[in-house]
């Protein structure tokens, strides 16, 4: 079979998940199989203003055979798995690591993150778990608790914009250091760890995080090494 350069990566790779691979493949033989039933040359195909002949149903169709082979996303936005429950992973949340109960100098640790910005001294404040826009649009209305540690399932930035120079610090389960969040915290003085795993954290809580660990820096990231900081709860 004649293969075409749409037949593989612009930049000559592999795709770095199966999802993406998964994905770019068959739509690239949905491209094919219009071509090929076009009897066009490829110029004229693609110049011919029909989109490459590939409508939104198609690109559904795709997800849909990814889905039934059980598959499903990883949340990055709360409001999708709210809207699209059946396409997305449980959100494990504030059980997704094992603590360990050991108690020492006053305080457990409940959970590890990556810092964002190192700062002279390490943060305390209460937990405050933030999951929705009606949680959010009440603290606009009525306020954030002083010296509340947000607790946000995703890189949310945008879901707590409007709050989010109230908190004494913020720990979010998913993201990087270079995530909206990560960078708006950076820019507001918020002490904040990104991509963290906590747990046995409940509403109220007195935490104490260690944004005065190391950084994890954008060459980190780029080379895999894990620099995470311990966020712990006073007892």
């Not at 068959?26 to 203003?49: N, Q, T, Y």
Request: proline share 3%; net charge negative; aromatic share 8%.
């Amino acid at each position: 079979m004649k293969r075409f350069q749409w037949d593989q990566n612009k930049f000559g790779l592999e795709e770095s998940t199966p999802t993406s691979r998964a994905f770019h493949h068959s739509i690239r033989a949905l491209v094919r199989e219009r071509f090929e039933a076009s009897g066009l040359e490829w110029k004229d195909f693609v110049l011919a203003g029909s989109n490459c002949g590939l409508s939104e149903s198609d690109f559904r169709s795709v997800e849909a055979k990814l889905l039934a082979s059980g598959y499903r996303f990883d949340v990055s936005a709360t409001i999708s798995a709210k809207e699209e429950p059946e396409k997305y992973k449980a959100m494990k949340g504030q059980h997704e690591r094992t603590v360990n109960a050991e108690i020492k100098d006053g305080r457990m640790e409940v959970g590890v993150g990556d810092n964002v910005v190192t700062y002279p001294a390490s943060v305390k404040g209460s937990a405050l778990y933030v999951h929705t826009t009606d949680e959010v649009m009440a603290m606009v209305m009525e306020g954030v608790p002083p010296g509340s540690i947000a607790i946000i399932d995703d890189s949310g930035g945008t879901l707590t914009a409007p709050i989010l120079e109230h908190f004494a610090g913020v720990i979010c389960m998913g993201g990087s250091v270079r995530s909206h969040l990560g960078i708006l915290c950076r820019e507001y003085g918020i002490p904040c760890f990104m991509n963290a795993k906590i747990g046995g954290i409940n509403n109220g809580d007195r935490l104490e995080i260690n944004c005065a660990a190391p950084a994890r820096s954008a060459v980190d990231c780029q080379k895999g090494i894990e620099r995470t900081a311990e966020i712990w709860k006073l007892v």
